[in-house]
């Protein structure tokens, strides 16, 4: 009887030191799944902003979803919903806002943005870090490459 209750406390203890890492494990593969499909949808945008020839800007509404705009004849048009921000991951986007500022006055865009994808396959380089019960990742766009996952 003494050996079966050793082996249950042993057992008991293993299950202790195991079960927060595979849970840790699975926050940050849900988060990595976010950022890989950001990522995504991003490079899909600046890829699109080439084929096109058109400039493309990517917004937030008030309900913290991104908003990607066109402009057509009648000025910007919304055009799709791309991503609608998890409510336990924290989003914290760095970009050159004096630069920003510079390109959506020249392309008469009124509204706030997040990013701006131009006609020639360029952006304004970004850093995009998402949080999520402690893992932190980084998703980053230089400007001309491919977007990156750090």
Same mark, same amino acid.
Do not use: C, H, M
């Given at each position: 009887m003494l050996e079966l209750m050793i082996v249950l406390a042993i057992f008991a203890l293993l299950i202790a030191v195991?079960? =927060?890492? +595979?849970?840790?494990? *699975?926050? @940050?593969?849900?988060?990595?799944?976010?950022a890989n499909t950001l990522r995504s949808q991003l490079q899909e945008i600046a890829d699109q902003s080439i084929f096109t020839g058109e400039p493309l800007i990517v @917004?937030?509404?008030? $309900?913290?979803?991104?908003?990607?705009? *066109?402009?057509?004849?009648?000025?910007?048009?919304? +055009?799709?919903?791309?991503?609608?921000?998890? =409510?336990?991951? +924290?989003?914290? +986007?760095?970009? %050159?806002?004096? $630069?920003?500022?510079?390109?959506?006055?020249?392309?008469?865009?009124?509204? @706030?943005?997040?990013?701006?994808?131009? @006609? %020639?396959?360029r952006y304004l380089g970004f850093d995009i870090t998402m949080t999520s019960n402690e893992e932190t990742l980084t998703l980053q766009g230089d400007g001309i490459n491919d977007l990156q996952i750090q």
């Open positions: 195991v079960t =927060p890492k +595979i849970t840790v494990n *699975a926050f @940050s593969k849900s988060l990595y799944k976010q @917004s937030k509404d008030q $309900e913290g979803q991104w908003l990607l705009w *066109a402009k057509q004849e009648k000025g910007w048009v919304q +055009i799709d919903t791309l991503y609608a921000q998890q =409510p336990e991951t +924290i989003t914290d +986007i760095k970009t %050159n806002a004096l $630069e920003q500022q510079k390109v959506l006055k020249s392309l008469a865009f009124t509204r @706030s943005a997040l990013f701006v994808f131009l @006609s %020639n396959g």
